[in-house]
């Protein structure tokens, strides 16, 4: 059974980088076309899409975040990883994992982790 | 960037209520709009994609219609566990967006 679990700091300093990872079980992370990504929700608000990465390296990222996210992905660990710096208050929220997969054009997130609450403060 | 407007922001129903959600594209997305249902503290959960299939292991009672900007998602018997959030997200083109979902409540 496919698992994602999200796991990192749960507490950030204003200005450093938060750096969580994604484990996945029951899949091989280079498998296919199947990209990974990373989706964000701010307390009550709604969910963001920061970027996908595919086990080959090749990278889609939201530009809203500039160049502030870098997605990598660790093979022989099958986990992926996702780092973004100069973090500010705004970049409080519950991080989420997830698969996606192409149903005939673009891609469609189908399993979650749980997610994890990352608090920016000093 | 294509934005994603859904309407309404919430809305409250009974047990059996039929209730429909709307969601609306700044531009024309063809039928690459998805469904996700939310319950607090939980993670999305994948119902409806590519605007009318349903996703595995989903009750029938879901079904999703729409093409181009205008995209409806439709409870025909609401159930107890259907009080949720519910987001469309496009994926049609990246960045992928959400819109700010539709809570609905209990009447």
């Known amino acids: 059974q496919l698992q994602l679990q999200e796991s990192g700091p749960g507490l950030v300093k204003p200005s450093e980088t938060l750096s969580l990872t994604c484990s996945v079980s029951?899949?091989?992370?280079?498998?296919?076309?199947?990209?990974w990504g990373w989706i964000r929700q701010p307390p009550g608000k709604e969910l963001e899409w920061l970027g996908n990465?595919?086990?080959?390296?090749?990278?889609y990222y939201n530009p809203s975040l500039k160049s502030r996210v870098t997605i990598s992905v660790d093979t022989s660990k099958n986990q992926f990883s996702l780092n973004v710096s100069s973090v500010t208050a705004a970049d409080t929220a519950v991080y989420y994992c997830a698969r996606a997969i192409s149903h005939f054009h673009g891609y469609v997130f189908g399993y979650w982790g749980q997610g994890t609450l990352v608090t920016v403060s000093s | 960037d294509i934005q994603m407007t859904q309407s309404p922001s919430s809305l409250s129903a009974s047990v059996g209520d039929r209730v429909t959600f709307t969601c609306r594209a700044s531009?024309?997305?063809?039928?690459?709009l998805n469904w996700y249902q939310q319950k607090p503290g939980k993670a999305p959960k994948l119902l409806i994609y590519?605007?009318?299939f349903l996703q595995s292991e989903v009750p029938s009672r879901f079904s999703g219609s729409g093409f181009g900007t205008d995209f409806t998602l439709t409870i025909s018997s609401l159930q107890p566990e259907d009080f949720a959030t519910y987001y469309c997200?496009?994926?049609?083109?990246?960045?992928?967006?959400f819109g700010q979902g539709t809570k609905l409540q209990i009447k």
């Open positions: 590519v605007a009318s």
């Open positions: 990465i595919h086990y080959s390296g090749r990278t």
């Open positions: 997200q496009q994926s049609y083109s990246v960045p992928y967006s």
């Open positions: 531009e024309s997305i063809n039928s690459y």
């Open positions: 029951g899949d091989s992370i280079s498998s296919g076309s199947i990209h």
